[in-house]
């Protein structure tokens, strides 16, 4: 027992230390190539939205991974935290001059609301689970497309002015600041690499604290067995309200750093299509695996754009390499299954 208790706080230890190191050493090389060689365009602008993407798919995995419920609607939070960082980011321009301090600001901003609404939603969602809970999260993330579509936002020397469903605001020497279906126009890009590394370093404490805490434990319970869970006085609903409020904090920050990323953001960008490519990024990386999550999506984010000079070809070789990928997958499971059939007979054989 005590054997087993070390090889579970080794692998603990080992898979965090993983982690950390495979993020701070891509910083350190990227940084030495951007500074030594001259990266293309592409590939550094590629960056930013690459980390956007990795902590959107980390949060997803604490509410699929490891609460084990499917959501449909990750975008949504996101969404909710990218205009939320565009608005906050736009009207403190003037009182904050320092970037830095207005992008912590804006992150938080995001983070906040995407977690209040991450609450407000849990309530009535968690109470479903399987399809039913996908369907609801999933008309939740369209919902709040369609709100933000029809929102006209900007400011003057009178103050904020709103509009809702049609333009009606008449802005004398203001700013527009949301405008329908456009979205954000003349945003101030003011996220960068940097800030996008902190950003998951800070995601992974997180939920590594998480998981490995007794609530995280709590939550893990609930998925692999809820009777048993909750047999023992585990409260099943706060688990999952915990995990899924986090990972709305989580979404809603990736969504402000990817906003003030650009200098225009369309809310069609937050369509259902990125929370099922979200879903894509952590299924081929394993759920409840973080390091998987975070390789898969690099890999899988940054392979289509560097194919696009192969226009033609370019969705055919993603197909075949998301093909080898499964195949690969498949295989290792096997060989693990296989692997435990034989250590158990093994062990019979043994003990007999």
Known sequence: MKKKFKDLLHHKYRSRTISFALIIGAYVIIEILMHSIRLSRLFTGMLVPCCCYIILALSLNLVVGFSGELSLGHAGFMA??????????????KMIPDTTIRLV???????????IMGLLISVPVLKLSGDYLAIVTLAFGQ?????????????DSDGIQFSFVTNELNLEQGKMLLSGPMGATDTAKISNFSSGILLIVLTLYIIYSLIDSKYGRAIMAARDDRIAAESIGINILRSKTLAFVVSAILAGAAGALYALNYSTLQ????????SILALVYVVFGGLGNINGTILATTVLYILPELLR????YRML??????IIVMQLGSSVRLKRYIEQIKNRFTKKGVTQ
């Open 143 to 155: 919902i709040i497309k369609s709100l933000i579509t029809n929102i006209y936002l900007g400011f």
């Open 317 to 322: 070789i993603y197909a075949i390499v998301l």
């Open 267 to 274: 809310p069609a960008k937050f369509d259902f299509n990125t």
């Open 309 to 312: 000079s192969l226009q033609d």
């Open 80 to 93: 909710i935290g990218a205009f939320t960082a565009i608005i906050v980011s736009g009207l403190s321009t």
């Open 105 to 115: 600001l804006s992150i938080l901003s995001g983070s906040v609301l995407s977690g």
